[in-house]
């Protein structure tokens, strides 16, 4: 694997992160689904990608396509990323100036892009400044990516920047609700429960925004019919529905509950 000649992550650290987590050191032979992050700021830039992204999921407006990318974005920018802090204590450089979106189809034709990073060394917490450490890696991703982003597709493409932060929430959230724990030993349960905590209470500025959007759609769970386990409700919708051939909407949009 490519990858292991320019980390210091192992072999089996890497598995998760590229195999399920969609990282990527490869460059994508699509082009013209692929970009640096980077250029995604400028207005034109974003609102043309954005526009030829959006027939990928058979959308025709613009703030369809940006709700739809976002959500692939932010799983690829920022589980990764929190599953190496979490249960590696590895911090990946997840700043806008290094990644790059790279264009990728399942075999059903499904568009589901990776996030090549171009610099892949990793950042370990001092003895005793696992706090420290812990704000310079999230204030890297959300402040110095993902909220610069947000508020460059909502400029372009006039789409709400709450509906791309609950995007981003509903993934953090079955990160450290469903997916982080399996396997984990008690040192990793227990840094599982402190960094979803702090994650859900941290201060505004470490996301770039006034005040913590996590915790801001952070709702309590509803008990549904046909459900067996609880459901948080969000409190945007993601406009799943105005997609070809969609007429209904996801089990926790609130459009259906309303």
């Known amino acids: 694997m490519p990858i292991a000649l320019q980390t210091s992550f192992t072999r089996e650290e890497l598995e998760p992160l590229t195999a399920q987590f969609r990282l990527t050191s490869e460059a994508s032979a699509d082009r013209a689904h692929s970009v640096a992050s980077a250029r995604l700021l400028d207005e034109t830039e974003c609102a043309g990608y954005i526009g030829r992204i959006s027939g990928l999921f058979g959308a025709t407006a613009g703030s369809v396509g940006g709700s739809l990318f976002a959500k692939r974005y932010s799983y690829m920018a920022a589980t990764p990323v929190l599953y190496a802090m979490t249960m590696y204590n590895k911090g990946l450089d997840a700043s806008i100036e290094n990644c790059h979106v790279e264009s990728m189809f399942r ?133 799943y529905y105005q997609t070809e051939g969609e007429r209904s909407y996801c089990s926790i949009c609130p459009k259906d509950k309303g």
Not at 153 to 181: D, F, H, P, Q
Not at 192 to 212: C, M, Q, T, V, W
């Open 107 to 239: 075999e059903d034709g499904v568009w589901i892009p990776k996030l090549r990073l171009n610099d892949w060394q990793m950042s370990v917490a001092e003895d005793g400044g696992r706090h420290e450490w812990r704000d310079r890696v999230l204030r890297g991703l959300f402040a110095g990516n993902i909220a610069k982003l947000w508020r460059a597709i909502s400029k372009a493409n006039r789409v709400s920047a709450a509906t791309l932060w609950e995007n981003t929430a509903v993934n953090i959230y079955w990160l450290y609700e469903k997916r982080i724990g399996e396997a984990a030993d008690s040192s990793q349960q227990a840094r599982i429960r402190e960094d979803y905590h702090y994650l859900l209470s941290a201060p505004g500025e470490l996301f770039g925004e006034k005040s913590n959007p996590l915790a801001k759609f952070d709702s309590p769970k509803v008990t549904l019919p046909d459900y067996e386990q609880p459901l948080r409700i969000r409190k945007t919708c993601c406009l």
